[in-house]
T-cell receptor
């Protein structure tokens, strides 16, 4: 099973809403990632978890709050987002220190 | 500062032709060079990857050529098919604890039937 799943597929939220994105993998990977991708641009790294601990935060605004409840799950909590935060949010995982990152299909987020 | 420069931005190829996408990097602290393929509405998927101690790697119709001295690497898609129409990203991974991927800006490939 080389699948990373993400829910929901699409999300529309207002600037005062609180929502969460969910990511799950059952490949035994110990590194998990959140990326943000704007149209026709490469993915931008947001956060990296290694062995369930936050190892990289790419200076992401605090309105994005990651959480790694266990080695298979990764959440991204959203609060008071701005319209410019509208994007495709991608989750990925890899073996710890591994080279290949496996990406999920993403959550298409629209902030109104 | 773009550490991995990718060209062309877009590419149109006839079915059966060869698609060539080039990338150049500046930082020598990279130890792994993957190519990702992304279809609209999907996440990127690893296509093929190479390490700097290898000059060429071939997997089916896809070949990476790597020139360490020139700090350049390229993707060749032989016998291009309409199903290959997608966006292709090259990337380079830092050595050390960071191991962050640095991405090229992408190439939108269209293969005409």
């Amino acid at each position: 099973d080389t699948e990373v799943t993400q829910t929901p597929k699409h999300l529309v939220m207002g600037m005062t809403n609180k929502k969460s994105l969910k990511c799950e993998q059952h490949m035994g990977h110990r590194a998990m990632y959140w990326y943000k991708q704007k149209a026709k641009k490469p993915p931008e790294l947001m956060f990296v978890y290694s062995y369930e601990k936050l190892s990289i935060n790419e200076s992401v605004p605090s309105r994005f709050s990651p959480e790694c409840p266990n080695s298979s799950l990764l959440n991204l909590h959203l609060h008071a987002l701005q319209p410019e935060d509208s994007a495709l949010y991608l989750c990925a995982s890899s073996l710890s220190g591994g080279e290949t990152q496996y990406f999920g299909p993403g959550t298409r987020l629209l902030v109104l | 500062q773009q550490q991995v420069k990718q060209s062309p931005q877009s590419l149109i190829v006839q079915k059966g032709g060869i698609s060539i996408i080039n990338c150049a990097y500046e930082n020598t602290a990279f130890d792994y060079f993957p190519w990702y393929q992304q279809f609209p509405g999907k996440g990127p998927a690893l296509l093929i990857a190479i390490r700097p101690d290898v000059s060429e790697k071939k997997e089916g119709r896809f070949t990476i050529s790597f020139n360490k001295s020139a700090k350049q690497f390229s993707l060749h898609i032989m016998d291009s098919q309409p199903g290959d129409s997608a966006t292709y990203f090259c990337a380079a991974r830092f050595t050390g604890n960071n191991r962050k991927l640095i991405w090229g800006l992408g190439t939108s490939l269209a293969v005409n039937p």
